[in-house]
């Protein structure tokens, strides 16, 4: 018997499997997902079974040493679904392998420290305990208080479950207004998989920002779920990972990682708010969540539920082609109308002398809400959050020396910062370009809202919720239940308060500046604004007392805020799909962006050109660049940009491929290659 072994080395050289002989003594022990001692060269080295062979024509064969754990590290469909993403994402095979691996060897090969491994292992050993534990159902006790469902929930939940009973890996788009029972659904879908003794993987944005839905979640299916939070120590994720292979637990809730879960008899996989930024990974395989959770339900026979107010524009057009089955809740629960929303035109405000970052509208609203003992959020684009620091004569904005973006003002520490690299510095009493000692600064933009509140409502308790004030572990729940339990009036944010709060006493939402990310050179930055704008609007009037919506901006004509205004996602989506069409951006196209950097800009310069050359000769139409990267300098480091643009993913993918491996890249640059990227690299 022979295997096919992954070396735990990240390299060029080594992204390939070698065969070796399995010993007679092994044979039985050794499969795929093992992990081995192997020869290599003169050395030893740890690798990874991922195939067994019968038979091998490699010449020279040498045979495995031992095992380097007594039990496998990953399953068959693991070792598939991380193939999948190597070669779909332009990844080392182990970089992808890692992420189906348990945490606290995912962190010892990051780490780069698995070499040291050789001394053997006792992990993956079950103990008796855990073995019986598999065997335990949930039908022994039904799980806690269902909802009586609607007839347009009950009619999703009744598609959902033929499908799973079916067997079949269909894709749902559950389409159901903010506070339409979607999660509810979820819930009823997940119970019903239970009973047939399946498991189901659910995967929120970030689950920090997402504690009413935890709680639901936990109350109802209690000890048959693992809600991975990043602020798990390891010893704990562990722990939680062990009881996810044992079977203890039938039900997974985390964030995009999660999708790895190890659960066995996969049935269902339900991703929440799909078009959040958060789903794309940020480093390499930079895969999306939406993507692997496809191809991983492919190999299960699983169903997949993408629910969402606002479904990402690609996502809606792939459910009108009809990759995706569509259901829609139009309605809120109980026909509660959806926030009646007004546009403040900003520019009017400032005609009228009323410089204040509330306008007289909202200023009238908060005091009528207040008055009546209800509640508010104000909510402000994270863009628009920080303050920059500025020459009054000259106009210079200060930059950080390592990258070429602004330096932040922060007040509590009376300094200045780098949002990007940590870059932090007294404040400077003189402008660096012509020396005048007007430098003009502000708090950070929610700061501002909080002084203005106070001035115009003294005696309102303020809850302001920002990198500032947030920070230490659990203290978003702190924030969550301080104003859901009302101990505080007004509640001011950035993005993070946009998400998932279902509080009874918020009649009034504001948003203090819609158009921050509007003029963002991406093409998503409108999809980006309504998606935003129509979740915060959906905090306000969840429950009996009816609610209202102020959105404050300077582009009222804009399309994306027109159609958030009203609630219309159709009327958004058929403007912006035209808009994608006009300009061939996806759907219409598939991208891939790659980024060039380095300390040495003539090496990055002549790098870039030399691969935009390489790909030009592959695919002469779809090159765009090498520009300057949008954030032209990060970390000392300079950038430039490549984007591709095609038809079809393979083509361009292997024509990226191609021209990488066939580039000589000089040690000091490197290439980073994101295949459909998100936002701005
Ligand atoms: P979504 O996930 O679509 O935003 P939720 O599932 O949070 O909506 O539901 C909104 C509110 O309505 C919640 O307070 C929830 O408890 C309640 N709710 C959901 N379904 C029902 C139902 N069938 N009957 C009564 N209340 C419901
Ligand atoms: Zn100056
Ligand atoms: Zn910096």
Redesign the pocket.
């Known amino acids: 018997m022979f295997a096919e072994v992954l070396l735990s080395k990240v390299s060029p050289d080594t992204d390939k499997t070698f065969t070796y002989a399995i010993p007679e003594r092994l044979n039985d022990r050794i499969g795929i997902g093992s992990q081995v001692v192997v020869p290599f060269g003169r050395r030893k080295e740890i690798g990874y079974v991922v195939e067994r062979l019968v038979s091998s024509n490699v010449k020279g064969i040498k045979e495995i040493i031992d095992l380097a754990s007594p039990e496998p590290i990953f399953s068959e469909k693991s070792v598939k679904l991380a193939r999948w993403m190597a070669d779909y994402y332009l990844s080392f095979f182990l970089t992808a392998l890692r992420l189906v691996m348990p945490p606290g060897l995912r962190q010892k090969e990051e780490r780069g420290r698995v070499g040291k491994l050789v001394e053997k292992g006792k992990k993956g050993k079950q103990t008796e305990q855990q073995k019986t534990n598999t065997q335990t159902s949930l039908t022994t006790q039904p799980p806690g208080t269902k ?4 007839p347009e ?1 009950q009619t999703a939940l009744d598609e959902i479950n033929q499908s799973i009973d079916d067997n079949k890996p269909t894709r749902f788009l559950l389409h ?11 819930m009823q879908a997940i119970a019903h998989l239970l009973e047939k003794g399946q498991s189901a993987i659910v995967l929120v944005p970030e689950i920090s920002l997402t504690p ?2 935890v709680q ?1 979640f936990t109350a109802r299916f209690q000890d048959h779920i693992a809600v991975l939070h990043s602020e798990l120590t390891l010893k704990k994720r562990n722990e939680e990972w062990q009881r996810i292979v044992s079977g203890q637990v039938q039900i997974v809730l985390g964030a995009r990682s999660a999708v790895f879960a190890p659960l066995k008899n996969l049935g269902l996989i339900i991703i ?1 708010e799909e078009y959040e930024n958060t789903y794309k990974s940020d480093k390499s395989p930079r895969y999306h969540t939406r993507e692997v959770a496809f191809k991983l339900a492919a190999l299960n026979n699983a169903v997949v539920v993408l ?1 969402s ?1 606002t479904p990402s524009i690609e996502t809606y057009f792939r459910a009108e082609a009809g990759e995706y089955k569509k259901i829609v ?1 139009p309605k ?3 026909d509660r109308p959806l926030p009646p929303v007004t546009l403040v035109d900003m520019r009017e405000e400032l005609k009228a002398k009323n410089f204040s970052v509330l306008s007289r509208k909202l200023q009238l609203e908060l005091k009528e809400t207040l008055d009546k003992g209800e509640q508010a959020i104000l909510f402000m684009n994270r863009l628009g959050y920080f303050t920059f620091v500025m020459c009054r004569e000259c106009g210079l904005t200060i930059e950080c020396p390592n990258c070429s973006v602004s330096l932040v003002y922060h007040s509590g520490a009376q300094e200045v910062r780098c949002a990007k690299c940590g870059y932090a510095a007294e404040l400077p009493k003189t402008c660096p370009r012509c020396n005048s000692t007007s430098i003009k600064y502000f708090g950070t933009g929610t700061q501002r809202i909080e002084d203005d509140v106070a001035k115009i409502h003294p005696s309102a308790r303020i809850l302001r919720y920002d990198r500032d004030t947030v920070g230490k572990r659990g203290s978003h729940e702190v924030f969550f239940s301080t104003f859901a339990e009302g101990n505080a009036d007004v509640l001011i944010g950035t993005q993070m308060v946009a998400k ?1 709060l ?1 509080v009874a006493k918020v009649t009034l939402v504001g948003v203090v500046s819609a158009d921050t990310a509007l003029n963002l050179p991406d093409y998503q930055a409108a999809e980006h604004t309504f998606q935003m704008l129509t979740q915060v609007a ?1 905090r306000a009037g ?2 009996h007392l009816p609610g209202k919506v102020i959105i404050q901006t300077y582009n009222p004509e804009h399309y994306a805020i027109k159609a958030a205004s009203t609630h219309d996602y159709e009327q958004f989506y058929r403007k912006e799909i035209e808009h994608r069409r006009s300009l061939n951006y996806p759907p219409f196209s598939r991208l891939i962006s790659i980024i060039i950097s380095s300390e040495d800009q003539k090496k990055a310069i002549k790098t870039a050109d030399d691969l935009g050359a390489f790909i030009s000769k592959r695919i002469p139409t779809g090159v765009l660049g090498p520009a300057q990267a949008a954030i032209a300098r990060l970390r000392g480091e300079w950038r430039y940009h490549i984007l591709i643009k095609g038809n079809e993913l393979r083509v361009i993918r292997n024509a990226v491929n191609e021209s990488i491996q066939n580039l000589v890249i000089p040690d000091d640059v490197r290439v980073t290659v994101d295949v459909e990227p998100t936002g701005m690299m």
């Open positions: 909802l009586k469902l609607t929930q159901g207004v903010t506070g339409s029972g979607k999660t509810e659904v979820y009413q839905m639901r929440d629910g107010a809740l809120r629960i109980d998932g279902d959906g969840r429950h």
